[in-house]
Nanobody
Framework: QVHLVESGGGLVQAGDSLRLSCTAS????????MGWFRQAPGKEREFVAG????????SYADSVKDRFTISRDNAKNTVVLQMNRLKSEDTAIYYC??????????????????WGQGTQVTVSS
């Protein structure tokens, strides 16, 4: 059974940084693309960032490019989202996700098979 545990969310001020971490179990972690989605109140869940199974390819939403960095450690079954220069519009619940495969980095929700429980990020302006 696949299990994803996210940590690192919290309340920060605009301009601050946060580091989200997700540890996975119950799967061959290095075989799958990993990613992060987020959902703000009243909005659709959206793609934030993704990283291919061996870390050689990354993808970001335009809204976070140059501020967020995704990375993974296949030896520790962990994926990290480093968020810098946070803005109030980054306020959302952030979800760690596992793709159904590992060859690409899809941006659609339906491509991701497993989801974490989510961690709240709140940025005050």
């Amino acid at each position: 059974q696949v299990h994803l545990v996210e940590s690192g969310g919290g309340l920060v001020q605009a301009g601050d940084s946060l580091r989200l971490s997700c540890t996975a179990s119950g799967l061959t972690f290095s075989s799958y693309t990993m990613g992060w989605f987020r959902q703000a109140p009243g909005k659709e869940r959206e793609f934030v960032a993704g990283i291919r199974r061996n870390g050689d390819s990354l993808s970001y939403a335009d809204s976070v490019k140059d501020r967020f960095t995704i990375s993974r450690d296949n030896a520790k079954n962990t994926v990290v989202l480093q968020m810098n220069r946070l803005k109030s519009e980054d306020t959302a619940i952030y979800y760690c996700v596992v793709d159904r495969e590992g060859s690409g980095i899809p941006r659609g929700r339906t491509a991701y098979e497993y989801w974490g429980q989510g961690t709240q990020v709140t940025v005050s302006s």
